[in-house]
């Protein structure tokens, strides 16, 4: 085995204190809220990003929104020691995804949050498009069809398969399969 030539001195390895200190950091650089209480909801610690993102917490304790059905969550973190309680909080007009972890070596309860406003927004306005997109393909009483279409190698179309359609479609479907209909249907390159 080849010697090794590194010229940088020699580290001493990191004692408990060493591990301590940097272990204690992580929650202090950590961008969101990091919050521990005790189990009558006392504030034991809340980090920088805490204080930011929700100045009046510790002057509200549990009775800030953040905190909102405080004494449920410690009732179930109790009884369910396996895993941490997971929900989203609104926070005036922000919104927060929690995770509270009981510890029982400390008898306390230790919260993770993360700010999901943009997040929620964003899917909120995609649930609002998309219940406008349908009501508009359910109403309009001209055909409206959502079809795939299949290529061959040559990048021709073959074939099309519905994947939707809007009511009148439907009806002229049902009047077809009772015989009292006749559909012809046409394909191009542009369908």
């Given at each position: 085995m080849p010697e090794k030539n590194d010229d940088r001195p020699s580290q001493p390895r990191p004692g408990p204190d060493d591990v301590i200190v940097r272990s204690s950091s992580f929650p202090e650089l950590d961008p969101y809220p990091v919050i521990e209480l005790d189990l009558e909801g006392n504030l034991q610690y809340v980090n920088p990003a805490t204080e930011t993102?929700?100045?009046?917490?510790?002057?509200e304790g549990i009775n800030h929104p953040f905190f909102s059905d405080w004494h449920r969550i410690v009732k179930d973190l109790r009884e369910n020691r396996n895993g941490p309680i997971v929900r989203e909080v609104r926070v005036g007009d922000n919104w927060f995804h929690?995770?509270?972890y009981f510890i029982p070596e400390l008898n306390r309860v230790r919260t993770y949050a993360v700010e999901i406003s943009?997040?929620?927004?964003a899917y909120d306005?995609?649930?609002?498009?998309e219940a406008k997109y349908r009501s508009l393909f359910e109403y309009t009483p001209g055909v409206v069809t959502l079809r795939q279409l299949l290529f061959d190698g040559n990048g021709e179309i073959i074939d099309q398969v519905l994947i939707d359609a809007n009511p009148p479609v439907k009806v002229i479907i049902?009047?077809?399969?009772a015989g009292t209909y006749t559909v012809t249907a046409t394909m191009s390159g542009n369908a």
């Open positions: 993102l929700l100045p009046d917490i510790e002057e929690q995770q509270f943009e997040m929620k927004r306005a995609l649930k609002e498009s049902i009047y077809a399969l």
